[in-house]
Nanobody, 119 residues
């Protein structure tokens, strides 16, 4: 199983980035996908979620209207479009695949990609 994030980098406040997470080794279309982020010294927080078929999305309050999660099940890839970036968005962003079944939860994680918002 692999989740490989890309697209992070340094961006100025107000700028945009698009993160990608390429999945392999499992049935991508059967898993909900999530983006989390973790800033230095802080806990890992949920940023956005998308259902397995892509029809349901959810966002943390501070991301609503700025971030958009999407997925392409044909490409086994999930995306996070981030607009109007703020310094407080600086963090390592992690891709997560999650599925519930048979009374247990299965989680897969990527290695993370650094996003730095600074002038």
């Amino acid at each position: 199983v692999q989740l490989v994030e890309s697209g992070g980098g340094l961006v100025q406040p107000g700028g945009s980035l698009r993160l990608s997470c390429a999945a392999s080794g499992f049935t991508f279309s059967s898993y909900a996908m999530n983006w989390y982020r973790q800033a230095p010294g802080k806990e890992r927080d949920l940023v956005a979620s998308i259902s397995s078929a892509g029809g349901i999305t959810n966002y943390a309050d501070s991301m609503k209207g700025r971030f958009t999660i999407s997925r392409d099940n044909a490409k086994n890839t999930v995306y996070l479009q981030m607009n109007s970036l703020k310094s407080e968005d600086t963090a390592v962003y992690f891709c997560n695949a999650r599925r519930y079944g048979l009374g247990r939860r299965v989680d897969y994680w990527g290695q993370g990609t650094q996003v730095t918002v600074s002038s």
